[in-house]
């Protein structure tokens, strides 16, 4: 009914940079918030950034000045630019959104499979 496939994972040296992105399709009507959200292991999976239709990205602590997301609403994608990564940004990065399916009577959210990032030397 809906996919969101993400893509733009891989290893990187620290002090490096990846790009992600994420295209969501299927039946969908409308796309409220999209964002990427990281799990490492061993721990729990915890929000990177989001950003509602027509917003401004929010993010967490750890990565504000160094990520920023961005959506191409005309093409159901978003992304996340990553910069002067670290070896603690290593994780399984998961893209996650809000969407109402034609026909739908709610909001639902929907996740990707996750893309792996590794940062070491």
């Known amino acids: 009914q809906v996919q969101l496939v993400e893509s733009g994972g891989g290893l990187v040296q620290p002090g490096g940079s990846l790009r992600l992105s994420c295209v969501a399709s299927?039946?969908?009507?409308?796309?409220?918030?999209m964002g990427w959200y990281r799990q490492a292991p061993g721990d729990q999976r915890e929000l990177v950034a989001t950003?509602?239709?027509?917003?401004?990205?929010n993010y967490a602590d750890s990565v504000k000045g160094r990520f920023s997301i961005s959506r191409d609403n005309g093409k159901n994608t978003v992304y996340l630019q990553m910069n002067s990564l670290r070896p603690e940004d290593t994780a399984v990065y998961y893209c996650?959104?809000?969407?109402?399916?034609?026909?739908?009577?709610?909001?639902?959210?929907?996740w990707g499979l996750g893309t792996q990032v590794t940062v070491s030397s």
């Open positions: 996650n959104a809000r969407i109402l399916v034609y026909g739908g009577i709610q909001w639902s959210d929907y």
């Open positions: 299927g039946s969908i009507f409308s796309i409220n918030s």
């Open positions: 950003m509602p239709y027509g917003g401004s990205g």
